[in-house]
């Protein structure tokens, strides 16, 4: 299984660093899920991933519904690989962690995979937080807007939600400091805490702190308070040193009535073809006419729904809103019923998910899907070590 173990690494170094690597994960994960597939007792594959195998399915019927009115169907058709791949990844995953690694050999390739990720993204941050303070981002060895950090990427909403979740995760994991200390340390969880709240404050995305402090409610609702504390220290501070702070980066009333107009628009999409929406990703270019047709607000502001559910219902209509709820409900289920450490560790950032999805579509972001896909089908792997062979023969 080396090209399991290379994809990983792969996956763990790029998450936060570079497009390219993770692409590279999808290259090398393909063959090994096909390699693997016609091996696979199917009885064991989790009622989630068959509703988020469904959800994929719906996506791509919702583009074959619509294709006259792509120019290239089958663009947005591959697109869908992040779904098909999650879902499927748990195949290999399932002989890789439960079968080919020893207890041992397992412990080691974790914290492995745990520092590769939380260095990468350490790196990601402090040269977004460069080009923050200077304009200058040294690791893309470019000009960037210094108003709010966009990480490596430079993109803002898709680091501020990334890095919220990374950062809920590494809160977790210092909450159960003593059943991971055999992975890290509680004093390096909360040196790389550290970083990653600086940055996520500093990505000024205020879905992501809300996101962040939801789930830190099911961590310890004391972390929560102290969460919001902070942030409101934070943007005191910061208020009385940039006057304008509050209103650009807090208030923006320009943004939150956009907003408005996007999930009104996706509402009225999904009003007018409720069975398979407009098509995967189809709902963005139609955003302008839709809000022009219904007199909507900022009908020249173009965009997705800016929320994860009213997009899936514009671009995939009723077939793929249900399917996807019955994924999101299935796993926080599946983990709920095993009470082990994977409990303590998904759930906060499931409900992250969910917050994040209120106010941004995290779900159709290439880089904010690694995560959320890498994060559900190691959960469906990680502490089942107690059921039997997961493969034929």
């Known amino acids: ?46 009622k989630s991933g068959w509703a988020l195998l469904f959800f994929s399915l719906s996506l791509v019927l919702s583009v074959l519904f619509n294709a006259s009115d792509f120019s290239i169907p089958m663009k947005s058709i591959l697109k869908t690989k992040y779904y098909w791949i999650g879902a499927l990844s748990i195949v290999p995953f399932s002989f890789y962690f439960q079968e080919y690694l020893s207890s041992e050999r397992k412990n080691k390739m974790l914290k492995e995979l745990l520092w590769t990720l939380l260095v990468s993204a350490s790196v990601a941050t402090v040269s977004g937080l460069i080009g923050y303070y200077t304009g200058y981002n040294p690791l893309r060895m470019a000009t960037v807007s210094s108003a709010r950090n966009g990480g490596l990427f430079g993109m803002v909403m898709t ?31 909360i040196f790389f805490l550290c970083i990653f709240l600086f940055g996520l404050f500093t990505s000024h995305v205020r879905g992501a702190w809300i996101a962040f402090l939801a789930g830190c409610l099911v961590i310890h609702r004391k972390l929560t308070v102290f969460g919001v504390l902070l942030l409101m220290v ?35 999409a999904f009003q007018e073809k409720p069975v398979l929406g407009w098509g995967y990703l189809n709902y963005e270019p139609h955003s302008k006419s839709i809000k022009q047709k219904y007199g909507l607000p900022h ?58 999805g209120l106010t941004q579509v995290t779900f159709n972001d290439g880089e904010n899907t690694f995560f959320l896909m890498l994060l559900y089908s190691l959960s469906m792997v ?12």
């Open 1 to 46: 299984m080396p090209l399991v173990t290379v994809a990983l690494f792969v996956l763990a170094a790029g998450l936060l660093t570079s497009i390219s690597l993770m692409s590279g994960f999808h290259l090398l994960m393909a063959p090994a899920i096909l390699f693997y597939l016609p091996k696979y007792r199917w009885k064991k594959f989790p």
């Open 299 to 356: 009908p020249e502001f173009g965009g997705h729904a800016h929320n994860d559910f009213l997009e899936i219902l514009a671009t995939s209509g009723v077939l793929g809103g249900i399917s996807f709820l019955a994924w999101i409900f299935l796993w926080l289920r599946e983990i709920k019923m095993r009470k082990d450490l994977g409990t303590s560790l998904v759930t906060p950032l499931w409900v992250a998910f969910l917050v994040s």
């Open 234 to 268: 934070c943007v005191g501070g910061l208020s009385i040193y940039r006057s304008d702070f509050m209103e650009q980066q807090i208030i923006r009333r320009g943004s939150n009535e956009e907003r408005l107009g996007c999930w009104l628009g996706a509402i009225k």
């Open 159 to 189: 680091y501020g939600h990334s890095i919220a979740w990374l950062s809920l995760g590494v809160a977790a994991l210092a909450f159960q400091s003593e059943k991971v200390k055999h992975l890290i340390s509680l004093r390096w969880l």
């Open 382 to 393: 990680l502490g089942r070590e107690s059921e039997n062979v997961s493969l034929k023969g």
